[in-house]
């Protein structure tokens, strides 16, 4: 696509309950990255995937996070048994070359109630 | 380990001023520097990159400089606007492929 798709863009939730956050990276990019915004701050990463494979997951609070990208173009930010610390904006972006920079998206805001 | 500073955190200024953004960066051993804005709710845009072999770079009323033996870059907004009040984040790139982002700063043109 044209750009870097996330989805949804808001999301409420319950505690303890189990999310799926998604993102469409930029056709042909073969890097995608999710970081984590909380307010006042700047973005933290989270995981990064060069294809299908996690190269770096070091950024991932706990493993109640798992993030997923099987055919190496769609993935998918699991959250499991969420607690109202995992509220944030989650953003996650795509390059072809680190040293052409990052193409984010909107992101999707995350609130556990 | 890379750390990365914006001052100041927030800034309002009336229309029409020019004015500077600082971030600075521990470890200079930086592949680029990106400047990116965020908008309230929004996700970012990027506004310039530098890469390491470069001092600066512009595009339009933005002009970003980067000094990696300091530690710093710098992004200069020109004859500002109010559509320019936003937050401006610096992210250096450590290593090849992570960005470390600043805080920010949240930047408020007046008209």
């Known amino acids: 696509g044209a750009g870097v798709s996330q989805t949804p863009s808001n999301k409420v939730t319950e505690k303890g309950k189990y999310v799926e956050l998604r993102c469409d990276p930029i056709s042909g990019h073969t890097a995608l990255y999710w970081y984590r915004q909380s307010l006042g701050q700047g973005p933290e990463f989270l995981i990064y995937?060069?294809?299908?494979?996690?190269?770096?997951d070091s950024g991932l609070p706990n493993d109640r996070f798992f993030a997923v990208r099987p055919e190496g173009s769609v993935s998918t930010l699991k959250i499991q048994r969420t607690e109202r610390g995992d509220s944030a904006v989650y953003l996650c972006a795509s390059s072809q070359d680190s040293a052409r920079g990052y193409t984010f998206g909107s992101g999707t805001r995350l609130t556990v109630v | 380990k890379q750390e990365v500073t914006q001052i100041p955190a927030a800034l309002s200024v009336p229309e029409g001023e020019n004015l500077v953004l600082n971030c600075s960066f521990t470890?200079?051993?930086?592949?680029?520097l990106q400047w990116f804005r965020q908008d309230p709710g929004k996700g970012l845009t990027s506004l310039l990159l530098i890469q390491s072999s470069q001092r600066e770079q512009t595009s339009g009323r933005l002009n970003a400089s980067l000094d990696k033996s300091s530690g710093r870059s710098t992004l200069y907004i020109a004859a500002s606007q109010p559509g320019d009040s936003a937050t401006y984040l610096c992210?250096?790139?450590?290593?090849?492929?992570?960005?470390?982002f600043g805080t920010g700063t949240r930047l408020k043109v007046l008209a």
């Open positions: 995937f060069q294809g299908t494979g996690a190269a770096d």
């Open positions: 992210a250096a790139l450590s290593g090849t492929y992570k960005y470390i």
């Open positions: 470890d200079s051993a930086i592949y680029n």
